[in-house]
């Protein structure tokens, strides 16, 4: 393929191949990296206008795409078999809880157990987990989380959780419990319920048992 011809969304689907041939997450950045590296220099040399493998130019022609694109809902016959599915999964109360609460995804992430009233079914949104870009270098940056306060007061609210919710999260908690008395003195107490949205993301993406 000519270099003018290359596209993001060809570079997209170069990623997604990898994926599907099994290749491990740092082999496909390594990929990506060597390939973005390559293509600077053909814009370097004027050779292309613009690099396709750059993450600003991969996430403006993605962002465009999700504008463009409809939000769909689950009816309830399809929350129900969601439910079902997720019944046992690692991620259940972040799936359920999103399910019901209609949080946002940087709220979800960003929710701590002080926040949770367990006898009242009830929780307050107080911060959310949040993506900047952080600069390697002249032309390379990196991805980095951090929580952050809500952007108005509006957002900082409490939100009543039904029954089902409460239990997913008191047996996410008594898990946790669980796992923290067998680590012993070698337990890391994470900041926040759940783990980074990329890592939840993937782990839905290649579980063969959810819908």
Not at 39 to 60: H, K, T
Not at 109 to 130: C, E, H, M, N, S
Not at 167 to 193: G, I, N, P, S, Y
């Amino acid at each position: 393929m000519r270099l003018d011809r290359l596209e993001p969304r060809i570079v997209d689907q170069f990623l997604k191949t990898l994926r599907a041939r099994g290749h491990a997450n740092r082999t496909i950045e390594y990929a990506l990296a060597v390939l973005r590296r390559a293509l600077q220099f053909a814009v370097d040399w004027r050779y292309i206008v613009a690099n396709p493998a750059s993450s600003r130019m991969r996430a403006a022609k993605r962002r465009k795409a999700r504008e463009n694109s409809k939000i769909g809902f689950l009816s309830p016959d399809q929350a129900k078999h969601f439910l079902e599915a997720v019944h046992g999964d690692r991620y259940e109360a972040l799936y359920v809880l999103a399910l019901t609460s209609g949080m946002r995804q940087g709220e979800l992430f960003g929710l701590q157990w002080p926040d949770i009233d367990f006898v009242r079914g009830k929780l307050t949104i107080q911060r959310a987990l949040q993506r900047s870009k952080r600069r390697r270098s002249e032309r390379e940056t990196q991805e980095a989380y951090s929580l952050q306060p809500p952007k108005t007061a509006a957002s900082r609210r409490t939100i009543e959780i039904p029954p089902v919710t409460v239990t997913a999260l008191c047996q996410q908690r008594q898990r946790q419990e669980e796992a923290k008395a067998l680590a012993d003195d070698e337990w890391r107490e994470a900041v926040c319920l759940h783990l980074g949205p990329r890592n939840a993301a993937r782990y839905f993406q290649c579980s063969p048992s959810l819908p």
